[in-house]
Protein backbone atom coordinates (compact mmCIF):
# COMPACT_ATOMS: atom_id res chain seq x y z
CA UNK A 1 0.00 0.00 0.00
CA UNK A 2 1.26 3.68 -1.10
CA UNK A 3 0.97 7.01 0.99
CA UNK A 4 -2.18 8.42 -0.17
CA UNK A 5 -1.14 11.73 -2.03
CA UNK A 6 -2.29 14.92 -1.40
CA UNK A 7 -1.83 18.27 -3.20
CA UNK A 8 0.72 19.41 -0.12
CA UNK A 9 2.14 16.52 -0.34
CA UNK A 10 2.90 16.25 -4.00
CA UNK A 11 4.33 19.89 -3.24
CA UNK A 12 6.53 19.12 -1.05
CA UNK A 13 7.75 16.32 -3.25
CA UNK A 14 8.63 18.48 -6.28
CA UNK A 15 10.41 21.03 -4.00
CA UNK A 16 12.98 18.32 -3.50
CA UNK A 17 13.70 17.41 -7.21
CA UNK A 18 15.68 19.93 -9.47
CA UNK A 19 15.53 19.76 -13.18
CA UNK A 20 16.94 20.26 -16.34
CA UNK A 21 14.64 19.28 -18.89
CA UNK A 22 16.99 19.45 -22.25
CA UNK A 23 17.18 23.29 -22.28
CA UNK A 24 17.16 26.04 -19.39
CA UNK A 25 14.95 28.59 -18.67
CA UNK A 26 16.73 31.38 -18.39
CA UNK A 27 16.71 35.11 -19.21
CA UNK A 28 18.95 36.01 -22.23
CA UNK A 29 19.45 39.61 -21.07
CA UNK A 30 20.41 38.81 -17.49
CA UNK A 31 23.70 37.59 -16.57
CA UNK A 32 24.37 34.32 -15.10
CA UNK A 33 24.35 36.01 -11.64
CA UNK A 34 20.90 37.63 -11.93
CA UNK A 35 19.64 34.17 -13.24
CA UNK A 36 20.44 32.44 -10.21
CA UNK A 37 19.31 35.58 -8.19
CA UNK A 38 16.08 35.14 -9.06
CA UNK A 39 15.98 31.77 -8.76
CA UNK A 40 16.88 31.76 -5.26
CA UNK A 41 14.80 34.70 -4.44
CA UNK A 42 11.58 32.32 -5.47
CA UNK A 43 12.87 29.52 -3.27
CA UNK A 44 13.62 31.80 -0.28
CA UNK A 45 17.33 31.04 0.11
CA UNK A 46 18.75 34.15 -1.70
CA UNK A 47 21.90 35.26 -0.47
CA UNK A 48 25.10 36.64 -2.74
CA UNK A 49 27.16 34.06 -1.34
CA UNK A 50 24.79 31.32 -1.96
CA UNK A 51 24.40 32.37 -5.87
CA UNK A 52 28.05 32.60 -6.25
CA UNK A 53 28.71 29.04 -4.77
CA UNK A 54 26.27 27.83 -7.24
CA UNK A 55 28.29 29.68 -10.07
CA UNK A 56 31.49 28.08 -8.53
CA UNK A 57 30.04 25.02 -8.54
CA UNK A 58 29.37 24.88 -12.49
CA UNK A 59 32.48 26.82 -13.61
CA UNK A 60 30.84 30.15 -13.94
CA UNK A 61 32.63 32.11 -11.43
CA UNK A 62 34.26 34.23 -14.01
CA UNK A 63 31.94 35.36 -15.96
CA UNK A 64 30.85 38.72 -14.70
CA UNK A 65 28.02 40.86 -16.17
CA UNK A 66 28.57 39.30 -19.37
CA UNK A 67 24.77 38.54 -20.32
CA UNK A 68 23.41 34.64 -20.84
CA UNK A 69 22.25 35.51 -24.31
CA UNK A 70 26.22 35.79 -25.43
CA UNK A 71 26.97 32.38 -23.68
CA UNK A 72 27.78 29.40 -25.21
CA UNK A 73 25.54 26.31 -25.46
CA UNK A 74 27.67 24.55 -23.11
CA UNK A 75 28.09 27.90 -20.76
CA UNK A 76 24.00 27.72 -20.92
CA UNK A 77 23.75 24.36 -20.03
CA UNK A 78 26.09 24.60 -16.64
CA UNK A 79 23.76 27.70 -15.89
CA UNK A 80 20.86 25.17 -16.09
CA UNK A 81 22.43 23.11 -13.59
CA UNK A 82 23.46 25.92 -11.06
CA UNK A 83 19.83 26.70 -11.62
CA UNK A 84 18.40 23.04 -11.16
CA UNK A 85 20.66 23.05 -7.96
CA UNK A 86 19.24 25.95 -6.14
CA UNK A 87 17.46 24.79 -3.36
CA UNK A 88 19.37 21.64 -2.52
CA UNK A 89 17.53 18.96 -4.29
CA UNK A 90 18.04 15.48 -2.87
CA UNK A 91 16.78 14.30 -6.67
CA UNK A 92 18.90 16.69 -9.41
CA UNK A 93 16.68 15.00 -12.69
CA UNK A 94 18.60 16.26 -16.40
CA UNK A 95 17.12 15.37 -19.56
CA UNK A 96 19.21 15.08 -22.84
CA UNK A 97 22.11 17.71 -20.86
CA UNK A 98 24.76 17.05 -23.41
CA UNK A 99 22.87 16.88 -26.55
CA UNK A 100 24.31 19.35 -28.91
CA UNK A 101 27.51 20.19 -26.74
CA UNK A 102 30.89 20.22 -28.36
CA UNK A 103 34.11 17.60 -26.88
CA UNK A 104 34.56 19.90 -24.41
CA UNK A 105 31.15 21.16 -23.30
CA UNK A 106 30.22 17.27 -22.81
CA UNK A 107 33.60 16.98 -20.96
CA UNK A 108 32.67 20.09 -18.46
CA UNK A 109 28.87 18.80 -17.98
CA UNK A 110 30.63 15.72 -17.18
CA UNK A 111 32.81 16.50 -14.71
CA UNK A 112 30.25 18.46 -13.00
CA UNK A 113 27.36 15.65 -12.65
CA UNK A 114 30.39 13.63 -10.92
CA UNK A 115 31.24 16.14 -8.74
CA UNK A 116 27.51 17.09 -7.71
CA UNK A 117 27.11 13.47 -7.71
CA UNK A 118 30.54 13.02 -5.46
CA UNK A 119 30.73 15.55 -3.32
CA UNK A 120 27.09 16.19 -2.28
CA UNK A 121 25.90 12.25 -2.60
CA UNK A 122 23.26 13.26 -4.46
CA UNK A 123 20.78 11.26 -6.71
CA UNK A 124 20.92 11.88 -10.19
CA UNK A 125 18.85 11.02 -13.25
CA UNK A 126 19.93 11.51 -16.74
CA UNK A 127 17.35 11.00 -19.47
CA UNK A 128 19.93 10.52 -22.64
CA UNK A 129 20.18 8.40 -25.80
CA UNK A 130 24.33 9.27 -26.09
CA UNK A 131 24.66 5.67 -24.67
CA UNK A 132 28.25 5.37 -24.80
CA UNK A 133 28.68 8.98 -22.84
CA UNK A 134 26.56 7.72 -20.39
CA UNK A 135 28.93 4.57 -19.71
CA UNK A 136 31.42 6.92 -18.43
CA UNK A 137 29.10 8.07 -15.38
CA UNK A 138 25.91 5.76 -14.78
CA UNK A 139 25.73 3.74 -12.36
CA UNK A 140 21.95 2.06 -13.06
CA UNK A 141 20.66 1.98 -15.78
CA UNK A 142 16.46 1.86 -17.44
CA UNK A 143 16.04 1.27 -20.50
CA UNK A 144 12.57 3.24 -21.84
CA UNK A 145 10.86 2.07 -25.07
CA UNK A 146 7.19 3.35 -25.88
CA UNK A 147 6.68 4.42 -22.56
CA UNK A 148 7.27 1.40 -20.70
CA UNK A 149 10.67 0.16 -18.72
CA UNK A 150 11.81 -2.64 -20.49
CA UNK A 151 14.93 -3.29 -18.67
CA UNK A 152 16.71 -2.20 -15.43
CA UNK A 153 20.56 -3.15 -14.68
CA UNK A 154 23.75 -2.12 -13.38
CA UNK A 155 26.65 -1.01 -14.89
CA UNK A 156 28.40 -4.04 -14.06
CA UNK A 157 25.83 -6.06 -15.54
CA UNK A 158 25.42 -4.19 -18.44
CA UNK A 159 28.80 -4.47 -19.35
CA UNK A 160 29.13 -7.82 -19.02
CA UNK A 161 26.60 -8.07 -21.28
CA UNK A 162 28.25 -6.37 -23.92
CA UNK A 163 31.54 -7.92 -23.06
CA UNK A 164 33.36 -9.86 -25.87
CA UNK A 165 31.93 -13.31 -26.17
CA UNK A 166 32.57 -16.37 -28.20
CA UNK A 167 29.64 -17.41 -29.61
CA UNK A 168 28.56 -20.80 -30.74
CA UNK A 169 25.64 -21.94 -32.64
CA UNK A 170 24.44 -25.80 -32.61
CA UNK A 171 21.29 -27.52 -33.03
CA UNK A 172 22.73 -29.81 -29.97
CA UNK A 173 23.72 -27.67 -27.39
CA UNK A 174 23.08 -30.05 -24.73
CA UNK A 175 26.01 -32.35 -26.04
CA UNK A 176 28.12 -29.32 -27.10
CA UNK A 177 27.80 -28.31 -22.68
CA UNK A 178 28.86 -31.67 -21.87
CA UNK A 179 32.38 -31.48 -24.53
CA UNK A 180 32.56 -27.98 -23.06
CA UNK A 181 32.78 -29.18 -19.64
CA UNK A 182 35.09 -31.46 -20.86
CA UNK A 183 37.48 -29.26 -22.00
CA UNK A 184 38.66 -27.15 -19.06
CA UNK A 185 37.61 -24.02 -17.19
CA UNK A 186 35.24 -22.71 -20.23
CA UNK A 187 32.81 -20.15 -18.41
CA UNK A 188 29.54 -20.61 -20.14
CA UNK A 189 26.08 -20.31 -20.48
CA UNK A 190 22.97 -21.48 -22.83
CA UNK A 191 21.62 -18.16 -24.35
CA UNK A 192 18.89 -19.90 -26.36
CA UNK A 193 17.58 -23.32 -28.35
CA UNK A 194 20.92 -22.98 -30.20
CA UNK A 195 23.52 -20.60 -28.94
CA UNK A 196 25.93 -21.23 -26.02
CA UNK A 197 28.27 -17.93 -25.21
CA UNK A 198 31.69 -18.48 -23.60
CA UNK A 199 32.67 -15.37 -21.58
CA UNK A 200 36.72 -16.99 -21.59
CA UNK A 201 38.65 -19.12 -23.91
CA UNK A 202 38.11 -16.42 -26.42
CA UNK A 203 41.13 -17.17 -28.61
CA UNK A 204 39.98 -20.68 -28.87
CA UNK A 205 37.64 -20.78 -31.17
CA UNK A 206 39.37 -23.49 -33.72
CA UNK A 207 40.34 -26.02 -30.72
CA UNK A 208 36.68 -25.51 -29.59
CA UNK A 209 35.31 -26.33 -32.55
CA UNK A 210 38.16 -29.38 -33.47
CA UNK A 211 36.60 -31.02 -30.01
CA UNK A 212 32.88 -30.17 -30.84
CA UNK A 213 33.43 -31.96 -34.16
CA UNK A 214 35.51 -34.74 -33.10
CA UNK A 215 32.21 -35.58 -30.59
CA UNK A 216 29.38 -35.41 -33.44
CA UNK A 217 28.37 -31.81 -32.75
CA UNK A 218 27.79 -29.72 -35.71
CA UNK A 219 29.02 -26.37 -35.08
CA UNK A 220 26.83 -23.94 -37.34
CA UNK A 221 29.17 -21.22 -36.81
CA UNK A 222 31.24 -20.21 -33.69
CA UNK A 223 33.13 -16.32 -33.56
CA UNK A 224 33.86 -13.85 -31.45
CA UNK A 225 31.05 -11.08 -30.69
CA UNK A 226 31.62 -8.21 -29.41
CA UNK A 227 28.49 -5.84 -28.69
CA UNK A 228 28.52 -1.84 -28.33
CA UNK A 229 25.81 -0.49 -26.13
CA UNK A 230 23.80 1.12 -29.23
CA UNK A 231 24.12 -2.69 -30.50
CA UNK A 232 22.80 -4.22 -27.65
CA UNK A 233 19.74 -0.67 -27.12
CA UNK A 234 18.62 -1.97 -30.47
CA UNK A 235 18.69 -5.80 -29.88
CA UNK A 236 16.69 -4.85 -26.92
CA UNK A 237 14.21 -2.94 -27.58
CA UNK A 238 13.60 -4.60 -31.21
CA UNK A 239 12.80 -8.29 -28.77
CA UNK A 240 10.27 -5.94 -26.58
Same mark, same amino acid.
Given at each position: MGIPSTEKSIRSAFERVGCLIEQPGIYNNLSAFENCKLKAMCCGVYSKEYVEEKLALVGLSDVGKKTVGNFSLG??????????????????????????????????? %?? /?? &????? =?????????SHILEELSKIATHYGIIH?? %?? /?? &????? =????????????????????CIVLDDFGDVAYKVADKQTIQLSNHLDDAADINMALSRAGVAVQSIGKKNESLEDYFIELIHKA
Open positions: MKQRLGIALAMIGEPDLLILDEPINGLDPQGIIEV %RD /II &QTINR =ERNMTILISNG %RL /IE &QLSSE =ELMDKCAAKLVIVTDTPEKA
